[in-house]
């Protein structure tokens, strides 16, 4: 239940939480963000939106155009009126207005808390609130002004699914709650989970309204719809074969986001197990109090998310920076739950519930250490100011030259746009170029928005400032809220202790989540490097073989083992490859001879062989060094991954008895130079060995997965065995 009378407290409690949060993107925005726009930002908002309307052909349709999965309205929208407003295209300027949405969003959400949970849960979900959005892990959505989408998406979803089911239906402020679940729809194409999440909750606990459900399926169907229509029209290039390619990478991509903010195996029970187990006390309890019906359909929401993340972009299998906000939400649920369920237990259960909520915190802080200093984020940090750097100076010379060829370079399309032809349409426009910063304007006239751009640069300085008075606010709010008269939510009833149904679902979800673990080959193999070796260095491999520069070059021979872009060290020093500087060397490599004693060899490679320029190749040799034949490998590019690595047959049945050589021909300059390869193993008939490597490794690329699976599968079993005893059986019932 929620406090009606006044509180002023609150006011200043949630204030004080948005201010931080505003005020930590600010500061990184102001270390790391940079002015000039890039990556979707020419096509969705430039080509889209601004172009057409300083040409006077704007229409409403212009805003409902999809873009990929998603139908970003309100991302045009808002560009279209700060364009009017401001008069500039500031990148720095739309991600400041992106932190004060997702201060809206966690003021709001720290409100709900301090009106719903006593004080000191109230102040510690609050701060765990605060540290989950102003950690510089979401870069992407603080840097990059595109990503308004996604603190529109968690300020929308979360006053649509507390609204809906604090208000009663029909109610001015649960039409209000609707009206936010309708906008959500139009920032991300997967918001259609949050009705969804409502419609679950609701048929869980039996609350069988009829309008709840009604206005719910309508919100859901209409999200679907739009998806639909999105991907409909979606190019099958670029983003749309990102997807899952198979049943085992989207399971490991799946549990991966499940248990963000850490990489550890088993972490997406852990992290999840407090509303695992809130959920099933609240089964059946159509009188269910809002918060827990809230906590609930968040955490399904978030759920949904994972799952559509790993649909969608499930080829890569680790955590990107732009979902964690969205996978934060996740965490708050749990902790919040973590609270509801303490009044809930018998003083001899609590110790044990405090203890989990002690590790449940452990496993979190140490998930954000790490993707905060390291990965991505440590890696953005080293590089921002370059890339930055390179956009101005690309724009800049671009505006003062006209010379296309300063966009096309392969470094500056990584960073500003892939199409070069498409910003150099655009930078040609003068109405257009005169609304970038003064910084890239070749000796333009100061203009109105140059003012702005200056005031955001001033207000990011004070950052440090802001924050301080922010956590003023906060500790003001606290102090005079501290003797209040408050009481907290009703604790939730519990179902009867001798049920039954307990034991039964923990070994049926404990018997599933096993028989998953024969998605993968060797199921109960759990050394990563056993593994790998059976694809890379089984029985019989060539030992002994070493490669050495065969071209003019000043490199070291001892440069070639682990000269490819491959993870993890311990497996890329497995094979020798030309990275051995990134793109800038070309020239030769060759192995030591070796004898030709099997029919077939299995030669391991990985970059890019195929490309024009490159070659892979078995060199047939006579004792006296002779060449009698090269033989080409024929095989496609294993792909960008980190992981993707190609398995070559080669047939030497006519060469039995002779000696062979790895050649590796490198003569390209750009990202897709680099060709490495593994020492070959034999084979009795190489294409069937290939093919079973290929699928092989295919599922060593999501073995995460694997890894997740046996440790939640054996969490499951263990609490099936513990629940059949009838006094611990009162912690799941």
Request: charged letters at 15%.
């Amino acid at each position: 239940m929620s406090r009606t009378q006044p509180n002023p407290a609150g006011w200043l409690w949630a204030l004080g939480a948005a201010t931080i949060v505003v005020a930590a993107r600010w500061r990184e925005i102001e270390l790391h963000g940079g002015e000039i726009p890039f990556l979707d930002q020419w096509l969705v908002e430039g080509r889209q939106v601004l172009r057409p309307w300083l040409d006077g052909k704007l229409s409403p349709a212009d805003f409902f155009r999809p873009h990929h999965e998603h139908v970003p309205v309100w991302t045009r929208l808002l560009v279209w009126l700060e364009l009017g407003f401001f008069g500039q295209w500031d990148a720095q300027l739309q991600a400041m207005r992106n932190a004060l949405v997702m201060g809206g969003f966690i003021g709001l959400f720290s409100a709900w808390l301090r009106r719903t949970l006593p004080l000191l849960p109230a102040l510690v979900l609050t701060l765990l609130a605060v540290v989950l959005a102003g950690l510089p892990h979401s870069w992407e959505n603080i840097t990059w002004g595109f990503q308004s989408q996604i603190p529109l998406a968690l300020l929308f979803g979360f006053a649509y699914l507390h609204g809906t089911f604090a208000h009663p239906p029909g109610a001015a402020a649960w039409w209000f709650a609707q009206t936010a679940g309708l906008a959500a729809l139009f920032t991300l194409g997967s918001m259609w989970a949050a009705p969804l999440a409502v419609i679950l909750v609701l048929l869980w606990t039996r609350d069988l309204k009829r309008q709840l459900l009604l206005v719910a399926a309508l919100l859901t169907v209409g999200g679907v719809g739009l998806l639909l229509a999105a991907r409909a029209q979606q190019p099958l290039t670029g983003a749309a074969t990102l997807g899952a390619k198979n049943l085992p990478q989207f399971i490991a991509a799946l549990l991966m986001h499940l248990g963000w903010p850490s990489a550890w195996p088993g972490a997406a029970l852990l992290v999840n197990l407090p509303v695992i187990f809130l959920a099933w006390r609240l089964r059946g309890q159509s009188r269910a109090d809002s918060i827990d019906r809230t906590v609930l359909a968040m955490a399904l929401w978030a759920t949904a998310q994972a799952a559509a993340f790993a649909y969608a972009r499930g080829s890569y299998i680790g955590f990107v920076s732009r979902y964690g906000d969205l996978l934060a939400l996740g965490v708050l649920a749990n902790g919040v739950a973590c609270w509801r369920l303490l009044p809930c237990c018998a003083h001899w259960s609590r110790l044990l519930l405090a203890t989990f909520a002690l590790g449940w915190c452990g496993l979190i802080g140490f998930g954000l250490k790490n993707i905060n200093s390291q990965g991505h984020t440590l890696y953005f940090h080293e590089h921002s100011s370059l890339w930055s750097q390179q956009r101005r100076e690309a724009v800049h010379q671009y505006l003062t030259t006209k010379d296309q060829s300063v966009l096309a370079t392969p470094e500056t399309r990584a960073v500003l746009f892939p199409d070069p032809a498409e910003v150099a349409r655009l930078l040609d426009h003068p109405a257009l170029a005169a609304l970038l910063p003064a910084s890239v304007r070749p000796n333009g006239p100061k203009t109105s928005g140059d003012f702005f751009s200056q005031c955001g640069h001033d207000l990011r300085a004070y950052g440090m400032e802001l924050a301080y008075s922010g956590a003023l606010l906060l500790l003001t709010g606290v102090l005079l809220g501290w003797r209040r008269n408050e009481s907290p939510p009703a604790p939730i009833t519990l179902l009867p202790a001798n049920t039954n149904t307990t034991p039964l679902v923990l070994t049926v979800l404990a018997l599933g989540s096993g028989a998953l673990l024969f998605l993968w080959p060797q199921p109960f193999k759990f050394n990563s490097d056993h593994r790998w070796a059976q694809f890379l260095a089984p029985a019989g491999t060539v030992s002994d073989l070493s490669f050495h520069l065969s071209s003019k070059t000043s490199y070291a021979n001892d440069r070639l083992t682990g000269g490819a872009a491959l993870w993890p060290e311990d497996f890329r020093n497995t094979f020798f490859g030309t990275h051995i500087d990134g793109p800038a060397f070309t020239g030769q490599a060759e192995s030591t001879p070796f004898s030709l004693t099997s029919p077939w060899y299995i030669v391991p490679f990985a970059g890019y062989p195929a490309s024009a320029g490159n070659a892979l190749k078995l060199r047939i040799e006579d004792p006296a060094g002779n060449i009698l034949e090269e033989i080409a490998c024929t095989e496609p590019n294993p792909g960008p991954g980190m992981t993707d690595i190609g398995f070559w047959a080669v047939d030497v049945r006519r060469h039995l008895g002779r000696l062979g050589r790895i050649v590796l021909l490198d003569q390209r300059t750009d990202t897709e130079g680099w060709i490495a390869a593994a020492p070959p193993h034999p084979a009795a008939d190489g294409t069937s060995v290939a093919v079973s490597h290929r699928r092989g490794w295919a599922a060593e690329g999501s073995l995460s997965g694997l890894q997740s699976m046996q440790v939640i599968s054996a969490i499951l079993g263990a609490l099936a065995v513990i629940s059949l005893f009838p006094r611990a059986r009162r912690l799941f019932c």
